[in-house]
């Protein structure tokens, strides 16, 4: 089992920056892909970022790619989402999850999630 609990969620204007983290306990971490997914109201959840468990490969979202940076440390247990240039279309609740082996795009292929922290980006 995986616990993992997000933070670093909030509202920031239109071009600011946030930083969010999900800290994880239970089995070895480095054992785990992990992604970042969003979801708006009335969307579907989507990818918008996974690192592999050694952090040596990092994958994006076509929308994400260039202004965010997915980064982890195995030793303190963490994933982080850094966010910079952010737009109004960026406001979700922001959920980091856990697989074993390799990063999938697809929700469905996780195990583990968190609870979610919310970003709001004002224009």
């Known amino acids: 089992q995986v616990q993992l609990v997000e933070s670093g969620g909030g509202l920031v204007q239109a071009g600011g920056s946030l930083r969010l983290s999900c800290a994880a306990s239970?089995?070895?971490?480095?054992?785990?892909?992990m992604g970042w997914f969003r979801q708006a109201p009335g969307k579907e959840r989507e990818f918008v970022a996974g690192?592999?468990?050694?952090?040596?490969?990092?994958y994006y979202s076509v929308s994400v790619k260039g202004r965010f940076t997915i980064s982890r440390d195995n030793a303190k247990n963490t994933v982080y989402l850094q966010m910079n240039s952010l737009k109004p279309e960026d406001t979700a609740v922001y959920y980091c999850?856990?697989?074993?082996?390799?990063?999938?795009?697809?929700?469905?292929?996780?195990?583990?999630w968190g609870q979610g922290t919310q970003v709001t980006v004002a224009s």
């Open positions: 239970g089995r070895t971490f480095s054992n785990y892909a």
């Open positions: 999850a856990a697989v074993r082996g390799t990063v999938y795009n697809t929700p469905h292929e996780y195990d583990y």
């Open positions: 690192i592999r468990g050694s952090g040596s490969s990092t």
